[in-house]
């Protein structure tokens, strides 16, 4: 795949489902899908989650078990899981905001974008606000699966989990986050993998894509 192009790394990834337990994948190239995530882009630049890289065996064993034994968790060498923010706060928004400042400078603008931000946010329900970080996680997931497909790693998005049972094994509730999406990295095992012969299979153009001119 080396020099291939996006469209033949999109064609070559698939949501595998047998990965070689043998094969680690090497640090650079986590390094390198997780970087991917830190500069997947968020609304106002908030980044309302956190992404904890699980290798230790037992603890994704018990994911695994919280997982509907979906052996990819184990399997895999890297288990990268998705938290979100339970809700915005004033402090997490002015984290934000200090971060802005270093970067840019005190400009009059930030101060007043992001209490602009605080206004509407902070009177919401909680539930609200939770789901409205869930979907910046996952626009990171999206760059993380083009990210590991650029690198030539597989990957497997995983929504079929409990996520109390995850947020209680990884202890997020106490740092004030909530289990989004699970995404396993490893190196498919060609030999065993049901899917990896099959076409890949997605609505045809015409009916994928309204062109409005």
């Known amino acids: 795949m080396t020099d291939s192009t996006l469209i033949d790394q999109l064609n070559w990834r698939y ?19 997780v970087e ?57 928004i002015d984290a934000v905001t200090d971060l802005n400042v270093q970067a840019r400078g005190d400009l009059p603008m930030l101060k007043a974008y992001y209490d602009n931000l605080k206004s509407n946010y902070l009177p919401r329900d909680a539930g609200v606000n939770y789901a409205h970080a869930a979907r910046q996680a996952y626009i990171a997931l999206g760059i993380a699966l083009v990210a590991a497909a650029e690198q030539e790693v597989d990957s497997t998005p995983m929504e079929g989990f409990d996520p109390a049972k995850v947020d209680e094994i990884l202890d997020l509730k106490a740092r004030g986050l909530r ?6 990295l490893g190196y498919r095992d060609a030999s065993a993998d049901w899917l990896l012969p099959m076409e890949k299979v997605r609505k045809p153009l015409e009916t994928m894509v309204t062109r409005i001119g």
């Open 36 to 92: 991917a995530i830190r500069m997947a882009p968020t609304s106002s630049g908030t980044q309302p989650f956190e992404l904890l890289v699980v290798t230790n065996p037992e603890i994704r064993a018990e994911i695994r078990k919280a997982a509907g034994d979906q052996a990819q968790i184990s399997d895999g060498s890297h288990l990268l899981v998705f938290a979100a923010w339970d809700d915005y706060t004033a402090e997490r």
């Open 15 to 33: 949501a595998t489902k047998k990965m070689d337990p043998a094969k680690a994948v090497p640090q650079d190239k986590v390094d390198t899908i």
């Open 179 to 184: 289990s989004v999406v699970l995404l396993p």
